[in-house]
């Protein structure tokens, strides 16, 4: 099993920006795919980006490309979603997310359903 715990997580002005960190215990990730999703207040939770087992092959929503950039530590059990050129309609608690289901995640790396562990999230709040 794999716990996670995101940090990271605060207000920041419009233009500004955020690097969210996610903690994983339990086992190595090595063998792990990870993503992050957002949920924002009276919204489903949704993609934001995801990164395959190695760290090398990454995906993101349309919405964030160019601005947030996934990456993955390995040795650290670390994975991290910076976040540049933030807007107001970036805000949202935002979960990390592991999956060892790489047969399946390859399909579907935007998949929420596909991920087995989640962390409780950290909020991000951006202001206009």
């Known amino acids: 099993q794999v716990l996670l715990a995101e940090s990271g997580g605060g207000l920041v002005q419009a233009g500004g920006s955020l690097t969210l960190s996610c903690a994983a215990s339990?086992?190595?990730?090595?063998?792990?795919?990870m993503g992050w999703f957002r949920r924002a207040p009276g919204k489903q939770r949704g993609f934001v980006a995801a990164i395959d087992w190695t760290g090398h092959d990454t995906y993101y929503q349309d919405s964030v490309k160019g601005r947030f950039t996934i990456s993955k530590n390995n040795a650290k059990n670390m994975v991290y979603l910076r976040m540049n050129s933030l807007k107001p309609e970036d805000a949202a608690n935002y979960y990390c997310?592991?999956?060892?289901?790489?047969?399946?995640?390859?399909?579907?790396?935007?998949?929420?359903?596909?991920?087995?562990?989640w962390g409780r999230g950290t909020q991000v709040t951006v202001s206009a």
């Open positions: 997310a592991a999956t060892d289901l790489l047969r399946v995640w390859v399909d579907s790396p935007s998949d929420g359903a596909v991920y087995s562990y």
């Open positions: 339990g086992q190595p990730i090595n063998d792990y795919a």
